[in-house]
């Protein structure tokens, strides 16, 4: 058993390569995706969940994941999380804070990190690609620090859009019908073996989505043809993944 396990989700490697980051400092540490239930069976040292903000709090896999894991043998354990964000946080460590008091668990250190913007269905990519990446890195290692030193951290109460944040994110896993797949598609399966939540089947060489979505925006970033496209808005639009992430750190993740 390792010492320590972190939890991440991540469509387009942001939130992957901070979690790598601080598994590589603390060391003996399982990393593990929250696309599938995990049974924690174990007692950890520090327990991490690494997750990208969505509509200004966690993605709905996340918020599912956190409520059904059992902490029992785990409540004394230092419990860290890290979002990743564009440009905000609001409420997305506020609310895994709740989650975790509900279950007689505490967040003992909550932390943002701003990362590049990937919301493609929603607008342009920026061409700062580097420089965010290098932001991203210098905000990591000061988590790394903490983390290691067990820093006792509680993140400050932020405003979240609790009200608005549920009903979105129901909305969001529907929103995959607005997808469509162009002649340009090779069906190399790309999209299905990085979409983290499983939600596209390939049939007849072809992506199907199955309405289970996240948005992640996975299977329009990382497809090598460009052809997952939402609508007509993103077919000119650039795609983007972390610079350091690789097509197979995303695919053979546990
Ligand atoms: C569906 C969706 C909603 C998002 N909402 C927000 C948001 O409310 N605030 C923000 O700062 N960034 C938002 N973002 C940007 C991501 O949080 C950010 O780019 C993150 O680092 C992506 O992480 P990943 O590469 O691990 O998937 C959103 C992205 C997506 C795909
Ligand atoms: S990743 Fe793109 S090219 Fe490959 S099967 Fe999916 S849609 Fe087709
Ligand atoms: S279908 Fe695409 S956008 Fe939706 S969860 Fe899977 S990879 Fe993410």
Redesign the pocket.
């Known amino acids: 058993m390792a010492k320590n396990i972190m939890f991440y989700f991540s469509g387009t490697g942001n939130s992957l390569k901070v979690a790598k980051d601080i598994a590589e400092a603390i060391e003996d540490c399982e990393l593990i995706s929250m696309g599938k239930s995990y049974k924690l069976s174990d007692t950890y040292q520090r327990i991490g969940f690494v997750y990208p903000i969505y509509a200004g709090g966690m993605p709905g896999v996340v918020e599912r994941f956190i409520k059904a894991l059992d902490l029992s043998v785990n409540k004394d354990s230092f419990i860290f999380a890290v979002c990743t964000s564009g440009s905000g946080q609001a409420g997305g460590l506020t609310n895994i804070s709740k989650i975790l008091e509900g279950k007689g668990g505490k967040l003992s250190y909550g932390a943002p990190i701003r990362c590049f913007s990937n919301y493609v269905g929603l607008y342009a990519m920026g061409d700062n690609v580097d420089s965010k990446a290098k932001a991203q890195s210098e905000a990591t290692k000061l988590v790394v620090k903490d983390i290691q030193g067990f820093a006792i951290k509680p993140p400050i109460k932020k405003i979240s859009m609790s009200i608005l944040h549920g009903p979105f994110i129901k909305w969001l896993s529907k929103r995959d019908k607005a997808f469509n797949?162009s002649e340009?598609?090779?069906?190399?399966?790309?999209?299905?073996k990085?979409c983290p939540v499983e939600n596209?089947k390939?049939e007849q060489?072809?992506?199907v989505f199955q309405h289970h979505c996240e948005q992640c925006m996975a299977?329009i970033q990382?497809?090598?043809?460009?052809?997952?496209n939402v609508k007509n808005k993103t077919q000119n639009r650039g795609r983007y993944h972390h610079p350091e992430v690789k097509l197979t750190d995303m695919i053979n993740k546990k």
């Open positions: 797949v340009a598609c090779n069906s190399c399966a790309t999209c299905s990085v596209i390939m060489g072809k992506p299977c990382w497809c090598p043809k460009k052809a997952i």
